[in-house]
Antibody, heavy 122, light 108 residues
Framework: QVQLVQSGAEVKKPGASVKVACKAS????????MHWVRQAPGQGLEWMGL????????TYAQKFQGRVSLTRDTSTSTVYMELRSLRSEDTAIYFC???????????????WGQGTLVTVSS | DIQMTQSPSSLSASVGDRVTITCRAS??????LNWYQQTPGKAPRLLIY???NLHPGVPSRFSGSGSGTDFTLTISRLRPEDFATYFC??????????FGGGTRVDIK
């Protein structure tokens, strides 16, 4: 069965960086793009970017350009999200999401990780 | 970026009720619209893709409709497990996805 297992909660100081892991299993890792979405406490969902695990190409939401990096390790079927220069507003749950692509309607995230809480506090 | 506006932001309903949630896009997105359900403490779950296609395993009481700028998610007969928050997501710009603000469905 498809599973996405994310690394544990992190507490960081403002200005620091965080790297969250998302380990995939139960399917062919390079076949599906991986998207990242975050959710601040009590707020909605915010799309951060995507990575093609096959070639490693990435696209980031404009808001996070220059501050986020998505990478992958095909040997362990793991995708990583690194966010730099953290500020208090980055406190959120970060989700990875396997994303399928439909010819007629584009991407849809059909499996999600359990989420990783990142707390930014001095 | 394409803005997605959901209404209402919250609603109260009873088990067995028919519930309709609306999502409006700031420009035409054809049928490039997904719906997700999220219960507290859990990750979102895909319900509908392409405006009206039920994701495998999703109960048939959920349905989606619409095209262009206006879309609806309908739950025909609300069950206890349906009390959750629902989000729409536009995929018309696949490299700049955006979500609606969410609609919370509470027990009346």
């Amino acid at each position: 069965q498809v599973q996405l297992v994310q690394s544990g909660a992190e507490v960081k100081k403002p200005g620091a960086s965080v790297k969250v892991a998302c380990k995939a299993s139960g399917y062919t890792f390079i076949t599906y793009y991986m998207h990242w979405v975050r959710q601040a406490p009590g707020q909605g969902l915010e799309w951060m970017g995507l990575i093609n695990p096959s070639g490693g190409s990435t696209t980031y939401a404009q808001k996070f350009q220059g501050r986020v990096s998505l990478t992958r390790d095909t040997s362990t079927s793991t995708v990583y999200m690194e966010l730099r220069s953290l500020r208090s507003e980055d406190t959120a749950i970060y989700f990875c999401a396997r994303t399928d692509y439909y010819e007629s309607s584009g991407p849809a995230s059909d499996f999600w990780g359990q989420g990783t809480l990142v707390t930014v506090s001095s | 970026d394409i803005q997605m506006t959901q209404s209402p932001s919250s609603l109260s309903a009873s088990v067995g009720d028919r519930v309709t949630i609306t999502c409006r896009a700031s420009q035409s997105i054809s049928r490039h619209l997904n719906w997700y359900q999220q219960t507290p403490g859990k990750a979102p779950r895909l319900l509908i893709y392409g405006a009206s296609n039920l994701h495998p395993g999703v109960p048939s009481r959920f349905s989606g409709s619409g095209s262009g700028t206006d879309f609806t998610l309908t739950i025909s007969r609300l069950r206890p497990e349906d009390f959750a928050t629902y989000f729409c997501q536009q995929t018309y710009t696949p490299l700049a996805l955006t979500f609606g603000g969410g609609t919370r469905v509470d027990i009346k």
